[in-house]
């Protein structure tokens, strides 16, 4: 089910026979961008709907999973349309969250591009970020789950690769193997959403680096995970890991990976950053001494960056090169040795050091999306896709937007489905 787009007055009162996890009551024509984009954000499906329609959420109540009231400027005890709002929200057990003013203040996000806007839910000059009105919203689309076992948080729009080849069909529940299958998809795609979770909330974004991301399951659960972080005001570590496989049983490995890969070391009340080389070596010994079942490995590219000097130190461990993009000149792979994580406990891992300049772009891509990067040939060297060729000198957020688009269009077919991450950085 894809994002239901936010409607016009005049298409409001259309009633949907699809679950929708937010309606925006609102007398204003359109949603306001930062909603808009934060319920993309979430992949929230949505709909605008006027004050004096709110009606229509009566016909199919279980259809609804929370709904928000834009009340700003309005007097809460002098309107009685709002009254008769509540009180029908609440005898439908639909939660209701009020915005009542608008303020200024950075908002956290992953996604490409920063907002500066964010909403306070009272009447006082205590303000709520974007992060925190999502909390809300979770919670609420959780009591509906709980109070309606007919009731379902709708899966992310930007359906994983197998969910677009398969399709979204619901198993026949009539028969007990078919209520089986979808109660193991239920948790699956609840699984995938914790995952989620583990991912960055925001990226670094500041007047010397802008950031961007992919993260494209093939499942409802990923076997990759990656992180962007400000280790201190001069430093920042970031990574994309990739466990072998994909479903659960690698899902399961990335979360460990992301609380095992340590950047820096605190000691009374100093600290040491971990070099690349010290950070791998690190996680692989932790991987190798948790003796998993299966045979568990992964790969891994581990960069540090000194935002003063726009020096990146890198490491990796079995897993693509990092992709420099640089005005005037073709694409560069970062080469630097390294084994496979988790297999020997004294594995070596190289680490090099390159010197960016001011709009070098530089991309980290799991195996998974090497075909929107370029392929080998029988000499093992690279060939660059003709689309980040023709890219070379676009912004970093412009660069993942395309190849986004690339990975939503291109025909899947079962033999390559795989998960996809990209992590991009540009020097400002």
């Known amino acids: ?153 709708k899966p992310p729009t930007l359906r994983s690769s197998s969910e677009r080849l398969w399709g979204s069909r619901m198993a026949d529940e009539s028969q007990p193997e078919g209520a089986l299958v979808n109660s193991l998809t239920e948790q699956l795609r609840l699984a995938g959403l914790v995952q989620r979770d583990f991912l960055p909330s925001h990226l670094p974004n500041s007047e010397e680096t802008q950031w961007a991301a992919m993260f494209l399951p093939a499942e409802w659960v990923s076997g990759d995970i990656y992180d962007v972080t400000r ?56 991987m190798a001494g948790q003796k998993l079942s299966g045979y568990q490995f992964a790969t891994c590219c581990y960069c540090l960056l000194n935002v003063k000097t726009r020096q990146l130190t890198f490491a990796r461990a079995g897993h693509p090169y990092p992709i420099l993009l640089r005005a005037g000149q073709p694409p560069q792979q970062l080469e630097t040795r390294g084994a496979l994580l988790g297999i020997f406990e004294n594995a070596e891992f190289v680490q090099e050091t390159v010197q960016l300049e001011a709009g070098d772009r530089l991309l980290l891509y799991s195996d998974g999306a090497e075909s929107l990067i370029g392929h080998f040939d029988g000499t093992a060297d690279m060939h660059f896709a003709e689309d980040l060729i023709e890219m070379n000198e676009a912004p970093v957020t412009k660069i993942i937007d395309r190849l986004m688009e690339r990975a939503k269009d291109r025909r899947i077919d079962p033999a390559e489905l795989d998960d996809m991450t990209i992590v991009g950085l540009e020097i400002l």
Not at 105 to 126: A, K
Not at 242 to 269: C, W, Y
């Open 231 to 286: 280790i201190d005001e001069q430093h920042i570590g970031f990574y994309i890991a990739d466990a072998v496989g994909h479903s659960m049983p690698a899902a399961l490995l990335t979360i460990f990976i992301k609380q095992a890969l340590v950047m820096r070391e605190t000691v009374n009340n100093r600290y040491r950053i971990f070099t690349p080389t010290e950070t791998m070596r690190n996680l692989n010994t932790r």
């Open 1 to 153: 089910m894809g994002i239901m787009q936010a409607t016009r007055h005049s298409e409001a009162s259309e009633t949907s026979e699809s679950f929708t996890d937010v309606v925006y009551l609102s007398d204003k024509p359109e949603l306001p961008a930062e909603m808009r984009r934060l319920f993309r954000q979430k992949k929230l499906s949505f709909r605008l709907l006027p004050p004096d329609e709110h009606e229509v959420l009566s016909r199919r109540p279980d259809l609804i999973g929370t709904a928000i009231i834009d009340a700003q400027g309005t007097d809460l005890s002098q309107d009685p349309k709002l009254g008769r709002i509540i009180e029908s929200l609440e005898r439908n057990n639909i939660g209701a969250i009020f915005l009542t003013q608008r303020i200024k203040q950075p908002v956290r996000s992953f996604s490409l591009t920063p907002s500066d806007s964010s909403f306070s839910m009272t009447n006082s000059m205590e303000s709520i970020s974007l992060d925190d009105l999502w909390a809300c919203i979770s919670v609420n689309l959780t009591q509906r789950k709980h109070q309606n076992q007919g009731i379902a948080v």
